[in-house]
């Protein structure tokens, strides 16, 4: 986490400046309008840089955002589109000709392409990811014409409440290697969102499809260790039939038992490569990592990486 800003620690008379500074580094160019001056501009900012997202925090007093059409156009990043939680106050929004109130735990997207005008007023709270229109794979009219219907998605509270958990927790996420897939799952649940709204049956055909097997990923790589793991149980958590689950694997070109075997072994991998792992016995790490027989975890083991799981132990032991 990097706190960009905390207004505590700064002078009344620079509080106002300072905001603004961290406002356009954490997200894009825009006039920043303060509800309060000087010691009454209470201020606190956290961003969290990922590989294909960014996460960041704001808690403040009323502030309004407003960007030009004349910024828009001039802005040659990459555009980014923001899915925002209101998590304090109620948000007001004007952005392609719609005007909406976001109550407190509510879901509001942005695409920074684009003016807008974002307010709230008192003490208020958002809680952000910014996405690049080029992660979505989605064309931007589509992303634009979703914009209204967002709320009468079906998809909208299961999004909403993923987000408001994502970046509510996002420390304990980061730190918990069983949630690499955390992007993956994000970005697949935010496209077919947007598919969902806009209407697009094409779009939200492969978009749905994509986000039920990014939810399977998740489900995979929550329950690793856990040897009973086999394609009924994936399948019936998620209420479809063995044969739909590899239907569904294979369109695309996805083959679900070589991956959950790959995953395993690359968490027993890291294990064994750990500090912590250097007294560890190599079968009960297999055991651990959902393999019942050792010497089958063992020839997997050398025949994906070159090295017997013992080697490669003792090796990242000798070299920590």
Not at 47 to 65: H, K, Y
Not at 82 to 99: I, M, P
Not at 194 to 219: G, K, V
Request: proline share 5%; aromatic share 6%; with cysteine.
């Amino acid at each position: 986490m990097v706190t960009v800003l905390d207004t505590a620690d700064i002078a009344p008379d620079d509080r106002a400046e300072a905001m603004y500074t961290a406002m356009i580094s954490a997200s894009v160019p825009c006039f920043l309008i303060q509800e309060e001056s000087g010691a009454g501009i209470r201020a606190r900012m956290n961003i969290w840089p990922m590989e294909a997202m960014q996460v960041f925090s704001t808690e403040s007093t009323g502030i309004r955002l407003v960007r030009t059409a004349k910024q828009a156009r001039a802005d040659d990043a990459a555009p980014l589109i923001a899915f925002a939680v209101q998590t304090g106050s109620q948000g007001r929004q004007s952005h392609l000709g719609h005007q909406r109130l976001v109550p407190q735990g509510h879901l509001l997207m942005m695409d920074h392409s684009a003016p807008y005008d974002y307010a709230w007023s008192g003490d208020g709270a958002s809680r952000c990811i910014q996405v690049s229109l080029d992660q979505l794979t989605l064309p931007v009219d589509v992303v634009r014409s979703a914009l209204p219907h967002l709320a009468a998605s079906p998809l909208y509270p299961m999004v909403t409440d993923h987000i408001a958990h994502l970046t509510g927790n996002i420390e304990d996420l980061l730190g918990d290697p069983a949630s690499a897939g955390i992007e993956e799952i994000t970005l697949g649940l935010t496209r077919a969102l947007i598919a969902s709204a806009a209407r697009q049956d094409r779009h939200t055909r492969a978009a749905l499809a994509e986000t039920r097997l990014t939810q399977i990923r998740a489900y995979v790589r929550r329950h690793l260790t856990e040897p009973d793991l086999r394609p009924a149980r994936i399948a019936a958590a998620h209420h479809i039939s063995e044969r739909a689950l590899y239907k569904l694997c294979a369109q695309a070109g996805f083959h679900l038992t070589r991956w959950i075997i790959e995953q395993r072994l690359e968490g027993a991998r890291e294990e064994l490569a750990h500090p912590s792992g250097s007294g560890h016995a190599v079968a009960a790490v297999a055991r651990r990592w959902g393999f019942s027989d050792p010497t089958h975890f063992s020839h997997r083991f050398k025949d994906a990486y070159g090295i017997s799981p013992r080697d490669w132990r003792d090796r990242a032991y000798e070299t920590s």
